[in-house]
């Protein structure tokens, strides 16, 4: 009783604190500006914003926390949002980076060359998404039709896709989680999710239940299944009925050819400098690669 | 001496706010919640909550119905609560009428660490070894069920249930016994007959407290109910409970949505639950001049 009460005070009054930050930043660096090449960095001392991809803020995160401790005067506030949110803010120059996880397109493109920003890409990290089944299952690849019949509940017994005769359980994220929203958009092709699906409250979890138990389908972020080893088994992909199986795998995913996969974006204004341009080397050195894997991604290189 | 009563005062000052801080809290809180949930009831209307579907993240339309989350506690508590009674009222009259000095002094400190595990852990537990003895027990094709996560509530709601039935049990005045004794009544009809039932009010308020705690409980239903949101009766189906909602959603939701004040609607659903039952709970247990 007592932990449920302080539950709901602590976790609100963080939130507040997060909430406030995201407030109020922007408006300290989103001042009137003349020239496009302004960058908020430079003219508000050594703050730096990173505003975008919520898929990415853990990442983001951890690459800020690295690089804080080795520059001790820099301060860099890292917000989600979402990707969208985060090219708008570049576009309004109320951020000096921007998060996002899929790809700027043509209108925003066109919005910020209106407004003097030249959003330039730097691709810092891939996200690919291993399908994983209990060793013992029989089924060793499905179509990214299948995949998605299987989490929106129009197949559920194993035998509809060359299994045995058992009843699917299927093992989700929860709805917090970027993976879930990556997944719904990608595989299940923005339908709505089974309500039958079980959603677990950690990767761990998955992998878990998965291990234990014959019947369980679930996905995880590629860098917890292959730690996980052969506790599970990562099912091949066809991206299309007549497609080759794809084994999900740092190479293919890199290669392009893993379809269940993405490139994660850090965009700068221009030809960024200073200590935007230390941040981004920062990512793609072999200590932010560490980062990287560390966190369940795949490095670009 | 007014230099005395003066510096007495201020200390009774004091320990009046320090008293009546939890009392502020529990105002502030109420009024927080109402003031991020009130928009709801504006703009898509507190209708919306009274759905059977709770999808809350879609790119087609989100719907925040919290018929499935509220079946989903229940069916958790009362489940939880029907399966530690008996450990817990058995084991209170055992405890405190049965078992002799030496044996109360080794149980009873085990049942307060009972208590006192964390949930995380217990949690941990269930997930790794209970989720798959339920799953080849019942021959389910998943262990992550209701059931599971009432077994594990259960474990958490015995030691409130045992302590604070003892604690009725061991009120039961003396001559009661004394006199269902002299009637030529054996030990187990004393105490089946004559010291439970004058101690059942005392039980039923433990029971409820238990029930109480088990609501509030969030962190080990998250992890083995597997928190799909069907409205079910079935022990061997998932649920998903309000707690596990709010833990799981709240950490990632977009302040000011739609979805950030319906998890505000199912904190205060929960809230009025949990006081209730604690409510009624005191209120018996004061009726029959108990202290838990």
Known sequence: MIQQKMFHPALLILAFGVWGLACQKPSETSKPKSGGDAKPAQAAGKVMMIKGSDTMVHLVTAWAEVFMKKHPDVQIAVTGGGSGTGIAALINGQTDLCAASREINEKEKKDAEAKGIHPTEFS????????????????????????????????????????????????????????????????????????????????????Q?????????????LGYAAEAGDKIKMVKIKAKEDAPAVTPSEETVKAGTYPIARALYLYANGQPTGVCKEFLDFCTSPEGEKIVRENGYVTVK | ?????????????????????SILIVILIFVFLFKEALPFAVH???????????????????????IPLITGSALVTCLATLIAIPFGVIGAVYLSEVAAAREREILKPFIELLAGIPSVVIGFFGLVVLAPLVK???????????????????????PTIMSISEDAIQAVPLSYKEASLALGASKLQTIWRITVPAALPGIIAAIMLGMGRVIG?????????????????????????MTATIAAEMGEVAFGSDHYRALFWVGIILLIVTFAINMVAQRVLKKYQLTP
């Open chain 1, 124 to 207: 810092v990290a891939r996200d690919g998404i291993a399908v994983v089944v209990n060793p013992k299952n029989p089924v060793s690849e499905l179509t990214m039709e299948q995949v998605k019949k299987i989490y929106t509940g129009a197949l559920t017994n194993w035998n509809q896709v060359g299994g045995p005769d058992a009843a699917i359980t299927v093992l989700s994220r929860e709805s917090s989680s970027g993976t879930y929203v990556f997944f719904q958009e990608h595989v299940l092709e923005k339908a709505d999710y089974s309500p039958k699906v079980r959603l677990m409250p950690a990767t761990s979890a998955i992998i």
């Open chain 1, 209 to 221: 239940e998965t291990a234990a138990n014959a019947s369980a389908i679930g996905y995880v972020g």
């Open chain 2, 1 to 21: 001496m007014p230099r005395g009563r003066f510096k007495e005062g201020i200390i009774r000052l004091l320990l009046l706010m320090a008293a009546s801080t």
């Open chain 2, 44 to 66: 898509p209307g507190l209708r919306e909550l009274w759905g059977t579907r709770w999808i809350p993240v879609s790119f087609q339309r989100s719907a925040y119905g919290i």
């Open chain 2, 136 to 158: 080849t027990a019942l021959g389910l094709s998943s262990g992550l069920t209701a059931l599971t996560g009432a077994l594990l509530l259960a474990l958490m709601a015995i």
């Open chain 2, 217 to 241: 409980e969030t962190m080990a239903v998250m992890m083995v109910t597997g928190n799909a949101a069907i409205i079910t009766l079935n022990p061997a189906e998932s649920v998903r409970t």
